[in-house]
């Protein structure tokens, strides 16, 4: 297998070619720097491209192999080039965030924590991302960058707000990438880009170094081209840090080896009621085959899921516009159109609201695991439809016309207000030609589980992430 | 809120903050403002008990270096 057929497979392959002295480290980074070269002029995934440092790590990986370093020959990464979100630090970079204001600040010092860790684990960066303009957005419609192009159709948005960390990879430019997730901007890229993609609970991966959007509904998380993947760099991302206040002090609990364990004996149900209501017909039939394949007939509810999403809604409006309100004040014409007005008014919403959005909150939380007494894995689409073309502003929805940028996050908005994990899995043939997700939702700080259900539907053929053909 | 009381209150709120809203942008922020509304309203339908609490949780900070005993 020669270097460019590698870097279309999974990271797993990429470390163990590596290990095995089969490819050098130096050459994977070259493959995917040329690749970056040779597609994103029409993906625009990148917003920075990191070549001179991604070579010099390649180049020192490499002597350390040469001379017999077995701590680099064990590295779970070892060789893989990745690239992450622009709103992760990056030594050197200033950390965009999407927006044109950030680009007067100063680089950053220092690696955001999960990027050092990746780091550490043996990959590569290569780059940094493209993301709607402070991460409000499902989109990636970014007006100071550009767009980002779905590669399975380019004339097609990517999703967000971590579009380019779905494209990337879908793209063949890096098998890994990190991304974040408030409402749902990892599970939606994911699901339109034909990605998998694990938001792991709130609290479990420190934001140490990641610029935020809502402190109380802000995770980071990985995105990959298998499940396998996925549990990799999620064990390497792992491990409490308390520069973030909200990171738990839990172990790490590795989950790479538990893939293995199947799904036998787990009770896996859909949800039904809203998540069935607000699905078109290519995502509930992605769901009907994924629970077919799971052999899961029980159809469960979770109660008042609109309110939820609502109360996810006020909190997202309320922090985002608190968070930006001096460049509001000063600089409004500076943001992107496409957030600015929301950022603007989420900056006047009553006290009230907002408190009374955390008690529903808290009540959801206690329903959902009040529900998993009962089952241990949830199934719920990820978006309402497959992409839409680039600039669609509303989706019709079973009937109903609705606003097409903030209904892409009809589903997940849901899931990540009450910090449950969930893997995005990619299913294709219930659209002619485009990918759609399925949400695996597990109780809080079972990631294992929904990565063992991804796992297993990707062996049976249900799930995949096939490269785009550019 | 009709939509008297949203451009009532925007414009108070705004100016309590001194945030100035351009024309260009004020009938945006009303429509978002009235979105926003429309799931405050949601949110507020829903029944709750002094009992349930916000999900919020401060966690209070203890002085780095080792404790005094």
């Given at each position: 297998m020669n270097v460019?057929?590698?870097?279309?497979?999974?990271?797993?392959?990429?470390?163990?070619?590596?290990?095995?002295?089969?490819?050098?480290?130096?050459?994977?980074?070259q493959a995917s720097l040329a690749r970056i070269g040779a597609t994103d002029a029409r993906v625009n995934a990148f917003t920075d491209v990191t070549a001179q440092r991604a070579l010099q790590t390649a180049a020192a990986l490499d002597a350390r192999l040469a001379v017999g370093d077995t701590t680099a020959h064990a590295l779970p990464l070892l060789g893989?080039?990745?690239?992450?979100?622009?709103?992760?630090?990056?030594?050197?970079?200033?950390?965009?965030?999407?927006?044109?204001?950030?680009?007067?600040?100063?680089?950053?010092?220092?690696?955001?924590?999960?990027?050092?860790?990746?780091q550490a684990a043996?990959?590569?960066?290569?780059?940094?991302?493209?993301?709607?303009?402070?991460?409000?957005?499902?989109?990636?419609?970014?007006?100071?960058?550009?767009?980002?192009?779905?590669?399975?159709?380019?004339?097609?948005?990517?999703?967000?707000?971590?579009?380019?960390?779905?494209?990337?990879?879908?793209?063949?430019?890096?098998?890994?990438?990190?991304?974040?997730?408030?409402?749902?901007?990892?599970?939606?890229?994911?699901?339109?880009?034909?990605?998998?993609?694990?938001?792991?609970t709130y609290g479990r991966l420190p934001r140490h170094g990641s610029y935020p959007f809502v402190a109380s509904l802000d995770h980071l998380g990985p995105f990959a081209r298998?499940?396998?993947?996925?549990?990799?760099?999620?064990?390497?991302?792992?491990?409490?840090?308390?520069?973030?206040?909200?990171?738990?002090?839990?172990?790490?609990?590795a989950t790479a080896d538990t893939l293995a364990f199947g799904v036998r004996g787990l009770r896996?149900?859909?949800?039904?009621?809203?998540?069935?209501?607000?699905?078109?017909?290519?995502?509930?039939?992605?769901?009907?085959?994924?629970?077919?394949?799971?052999?899961?007939?029980?159809?469960?509810?979770?109660?008042?899921?609109?309110?939820?999403?609502?109360?996810?809604?006020?909190?997202?409006?309320?922090?985002?516009?608190?968070?930006?309100?001096?460049?509001?004040?000063?600089?409004?014409?500076?943001?992107?159109?496409?957030?600015?007005?929301?950022?603007?008014?989420?900056?006047?919403?009553?006290?009230?609201?907002?408190?009374?959005?955390?008690?529903?909150?808290?009540?959801?939380a206690l329903r959902a695991a009040e529900l998993f007494g009962e089952v241990d894995v949830l199934l719920a689409p990820a978006t309402p439809v497959v992409a839409p073309t680039i600039g669609t502003d509303w989706l019709e929805i079973n009937g109903r016309r609705l606003p097409a940028r903030p209904s892409l996050g009809l589903l997940t908005q849901p899931i990540s207000c009450i910090g449950l994990p969930v893997c995005a899995v990619p299913v294709w043939g219930v659209h002619a030609a485009l990918p759609i997700g399925v949400q695996v939702i597990a109780a809080p700080w079972r990631e294992?589980?929904?990565l063992r259900v991804a796992h297993r539907l990707q062996m049976l053929g249900v799930a995949a992430a096939p490269v785009a053909a550019l | 809120m009709t939509p008297a009381q949203i451009?009532?209150?925007?414009?108070?709120?705004?100016?309590?903050?001194?945030?100035?809203?351009?024309?260009?942008?004020?009938?945006?922020v009303l429509s978002y403002f009235a979105m926003a509304a429309d799931m405050a309203a949601l949110v507020g339908a829903q029944t709750l008990t002094m009992a349930d609490d916000p999900a919020e949780a401060f966690v209070p900070i203890a002085p780095a270096g080792p404790a005094r005993t």
């Open positions: 460019d057929e590698l870097l279309r497979g999974d990271a797993a392959e990429i470390a163990a070619a590596a290990r095995r002295g089969a490819v050098g480290v130096a050459a994977l980074v893989v080039p990745f690239a992450v979100k622009n709103l992760f630090d990056i030594a050197g970079l200033t950390t965009l965030v999407g927006s044109k204001i950030e680009r007067d600040r100063p680089a950053a010092t220092h690696d955001a924590l999960l990027v050092a860790r990746l043996g990959a590569v960066l290569v780059g940094a991302l493209n993301m709607d303009e402070y991460a409000y957005g499902f989109t990636t419609e970014n007006s100071h960058e550009g767009a980002c192009h779905n590669p399975h159709d380019l004339s097609r948005i990517a999703g967000g707000s971590s579009g380019g960390s779905a494209a990337a990879i879908a793209a063949a430019q890096v098998p890994i990438t990190l991304g974040s997730d408030t409402n749902g901007s990892i599970r939606v890229p994911a699901s339109l880009c034909g990605i998998f993609g694990l938001k792991p298998s499940a396998r993947d996925l549990a990799l760099v999620y064990d390497a991302l792992q491990g409490f840090d308390a520069r973030d206040p909200a990171c738990v002090a839990r172990p790490i609990e896996i149900a859909t949800l039904g009621g809203y998540f069935a209501e607000h699905a078109g017909p290519d995502a509930r039939a992605a769901v009907a085959r994924v629970a077919q394949a799971l052999d899961a007939t029980r159809v469960v509810e979770l109660p008042e899921v609109a309110r939820a999403r609502a109360a996810a809604f006020v909190i997202s409006n309320a922090e985002g516009g608190a968070l930006h309100l001096p460049d509001l004040r000063t600089r409004a014409d500076d943001f992107d159109p496409l957030s600015r007005d929301r950022f603007l008014a989420g900056a006047l919403l009553p006290a009230a609201w907002v408190q009374r959005a955390q008690c529903v909150r808290r009540w959801f294992d589980l929904a | 451009e009532a209150y925007v414009d108070a709120a705004a100016a309590a903050l001194q945030l100035p809203l351009s024309p260009a942008h004020r009938p945006g």
